[in-house]
């Protein structure tokens, strides 16, 4: 039987047999952590885990069904003293920032070599949010402060943020504004260009960020 007052106690949500395996693993052969349970899918996870919490969870993304992100998202208000750590394949930028936004601590890949997987663990329990090198530079880069000067955006470019964060495609805001797509596609490189961002999902989370609109 695991004292569980001994150890981090840690849960594993990962649809792939192998890896949740090697895993759970990696975890007991650890002195100091503990692998207590273990959920396929995240509709299992969702009511094991409200049921029995534990400190950490490892959280895939790609699961069957409901994704990791969503099942952060719900059970989360229900664990605030559990951290979840995001450890998947992806290191897309919408993934990482929905799953801080959603709740997460942390955002491992899984080629994350073993030990720092145990490490980042640890460092979770004691406060920290440990991440991938390369997802670290991007959440920096995402949430850095633009300078002032070169962010300043027109009338008309605050006008079509605006309706690009009302999920307006170009024809459409061509259509509103009087004005050819191609003046359209002009205003939106320069949003990007101001705000710093290569996509419109980009460029809402700034806005809503920078209060643009």
Request: hydrophobic share 45%.
């Amino acid at each position: 039987m695991v004292d569980l007052t001994k150890i981090i106690s840690v849960s594993i949500v990962e649809d792939d047999p192998v890896i949740r395996e090697q895993l759970a693993l990696l975890i007991n052969e650890s002195e100091d952590i503990g692998c207590v349970s273990v959920f396929a899918n995240a509709e299992d996870a969702m009511i094991g885990l409200v049921q029995e919490p534990h400190q950490v969870v490892l959280m895939d993304i790609g699961l069957p069904g409901m994704s990791g992100i969503e099942l952060v998202k719900r059970i989360k208000p229900e664990m605030d003293k559990t951290d979840f750590l995001m450890l998947t394949v992806s290191e897309d930028d919408q993934h990482v920032f929905n799953s801080i936004c959603a709740g997460a601590t942390g955002y491992l890949l899984k080629e994350t070599p073993s030990e720092h997987i145990l490490k980042a663990i640890r460092e979770v329990k004691k406060g920290g949010a440990p991440m991938s090198a390369g997802i670290a530079r991007k959440v920096v880069m995402s949430f850095r402060e633009p300078n002032q000067s070169e962010t300043m955006l027109s009338a008309r470019e605050l006008e079509v943020l605006n309706m690009l964060c009302d999920g307006l495609n170009y024809r459409v805001i061509a259509q509103k504004l009087f004005v050819s797509g191609h003046t359209v596609r002009a205003h939106i490189k320069n949003i990007y260009k101001k705000l710093h961002v290569h996509s419109r999902a980009e460029a809402v989370k700034s806005a809503i960020r920078q209060k643009l609109i």
